[in-house]
């Protein structure tokens, strides 16, 4: 059982380290600050959640476990609403988008507010 434990967080802990991995990637990759922040919010929580879950599941102590459901809880909530407060403030302080984008959702919304 013990063997059992330690391959379900050791594929819990790659896991994770490969979705880090992948969002650091994204980063680099990416052509604008919306696509960049994108690629970092999501896979970045989810690998950072797995890697949490790898070492609570390692632990196996209870105080341990609640508190790696607490963090993770936190990061579902919060990731989410700074990844909304981060492309808010760069839409309205005119971050440009890369030349790449097809569509502009909120050019006539930005027309407005120039004017």
């Known amino acids: 059982m013990d063997t059992l434990l330690w391959y379900v967080a050791g594929s819990l802990a790659a896991l994770g380290t490969l979705f880090v991995l992948l969002a650091a990637v994204g980063i680099l990759r990416m052509p604008d600050l919306f696509t960049r922040m994108h690629a970092s919010s999501k896979a970045a929580t989810l690998g950072a ?3 949490l879950s790898a070492v609570a599941v390692r632990s196996g102590d209870a105080a341990v476990i609640v508190r790696v ?17 981060i492309a808010r403030a760069a839409t309205r302080t005119g971050v440009p988008l890369s030349d790449e984008t097809v569509l502009d959702e909120l050019s006539e919304h930005r027309k407005i507010r120039e004017e």
């Open 49 to 51: 959640i797995l890697v």
């Open 69 to 85: 459901v607490l963090i993770c809880l936190f990061l579902f909530l919060t990731a989410p609403v700074a990844a909304h407060v």
